[in-house]
């Protein structure tokens, strides 16, 4: 009698829960509202740069920034030293083109105009020595790449410049000459020096031809083919022609063009190379945002397409690559390259491709090293009516080519 009592209550129940009058209502639960990719894209650059920026402004960059190497690291005073010239530049770099940027949404005007603020301040107390954060430009030869990267900054944001006050500038024109003591190998430290030169040459300094003369012939001789250079006298298959060697040229022989009409004939020939170059680089990237990880310095995560990136940002893609197919492409690589959930220790960005992976580092790499994955943010620059945002999704090679469209076939191009 109470099995078949027992089996009566469960039908009851099942009976009731089962009538729509006795059932609970559920509780509507709210979807986070999806972002566009200027929205992805900008809160991906807050999370990454504001620990960089805010600490450095309130003179405390020393204080907070972890110092971390590489596990195989050659010299590990030396390079914790130079890490914090070498974020700052790098941040810089890559943010430049959204600090000189006009208008957008109320938000997004909030944030650039803090961060300008910051930028600002921060730059006062790195060049100053009577902060913590005092930054000397003569420690070692990495500061020489390091004060580049600072420099092309400012080749592309003359906001940054016209907002500096005078004592900020002598100090930043000093530090930048100190670099000349340095004397760069025969590999895309070349174009280092000619960043700098360049620089002085777009501000009106004294600046040395030979310097920039030097890096670009040089770089000619080093012209391998279908739009590539080699980095010095043997061709490695890694990232260095979009990480230095083709942003780098394109911005300096534009300047040194634009200022007296030398190197028009190599300045077409750096173009035409620029373009196929991007095509190769925009195919490198897969379905999922992956792409092959060869070659040093792998730890630059996303700044593999550097090149493809200031292209976009310079409206100078070629015919066959459609903005908003570069946008999805280089949002897929943001996502993957970013997405790990060791990424980020304590705020700061993890030496590795995906995630934190020690062994990848190189015996150069510091904390301030893996920041130049901000070059991915220089579309940035453009505004949010320009077609790289403001047209509707377009399929990227990949995705059209592993869906199992027809595709047009490629071919490798003479450009000598």
Request: proline residues 5%; aromatic residues 12%; hydrophobic residues 40%.
């Amino acid at each position: 009698m109470k099995r078949n009592t027992a089996i009566y209550v469960v039908i009851g129940l099942l009976m009731t829960l089962a009538n729509p009058g006795f059932a609970q209502k559920k509780t509507a639960v709210k979807k986070a509202p999806l972002l566009t990719d200027r929205q992805l894209w900008l809160a991906e650059m807050d999370k990454m740069v504001r620990p960089v920026l805010r600490s450095l402004a309130h003179d405390s960059l020393r204080i907070v920034m972890p110092q971390i190497t590489s596990q195989r690291v050659d010299n590990k005073a030396q390079r914790v030293q130079v890490q914090y010239l070498e974020v700052l530049g790098r941040v810089l770099s890559g943010i430049a083109p959204w600090l000189q940027l006009e208008g957008g949404t109320p938000e997004e005007v909030a944030l650039r105009n803090q961060y300008r603020q910051w930028t600002l301040q921060g730059l006062s107390n790195a060049l100053d020595s009577t902060k913590n954060d005092y930054m000397r430009f003569d420690v070692a030869a990495q500061q020489l790449v390091d004060a580049s990267f600072l420099a092309f900054a400012f080749v592309r944001a003359p906001w940054l410049w016209e907002n500096l006050d005078a004592t900020t500038r002598n100090r930043l024109v000093n530090g930048f000459k100190t670099t000349r003591r340095y004397r760069p190998g025969l590999s895309n430290w070349l174009l280092f020096s000619a960043m700098t030169e360049a620089f002085f040459c777009k501000y009106g300094y004294e600046w040395d031809p030979m310097r920039i003369d030097y890096a670009l012939q040089q770089l000619e001789q080093w012209y391998v083919g279908d739009g590539m250079y080699s980095d010095g006298t043997h061709f490695a298959f890694d990232y260095y022609n979009s990480y230095v060697m083709q942003p780098y040229l394109a911005a300096i022989s534009g300047i040194i063009n634009g200022k007296n009409g030398s190197y028009k004939d190599m300045t077409l020939k750096i173009k035409k190379r620029n373009e196929r170059y991007a095509v190769i680089q925009e195919r490198l990237i897969n379905t999922d945002g992956t792409f092959p990880a060869t070659g040093r310095s792998i730890i630059y995560r996303g700044a593999a397409f550097h090149h493809l990136a200031d292209m976009a940002w310079r409206q100078a893609l070629p015919e066959q690559l459609k903005p908003a197919q570069v946008r999805g492409a280089l949002t897929a690589v943001l996502k993957k390259t970013l997405e790990s959930p060791s990424t980020y220790r304590n705020g700061w960005l993890t030496l590795g491709l995906y995630g934190s992976q020690p062994d990848i580092a190189d015996v150069y790499n510091n904390q301030g090293s893996p920041y130049l994955c901000t070059a991915l943010f220089l579309p940035l620059g453009l505004p949010d009516s320009d077609p790289f945002w403001a047209d509707a999704p377009v399929k990227w090679s990949a995705q059209k080519i592993w869906s199992g469209e027809d595709f047009p076939n490629d071919h490798s191009v003479d450009l000598r």
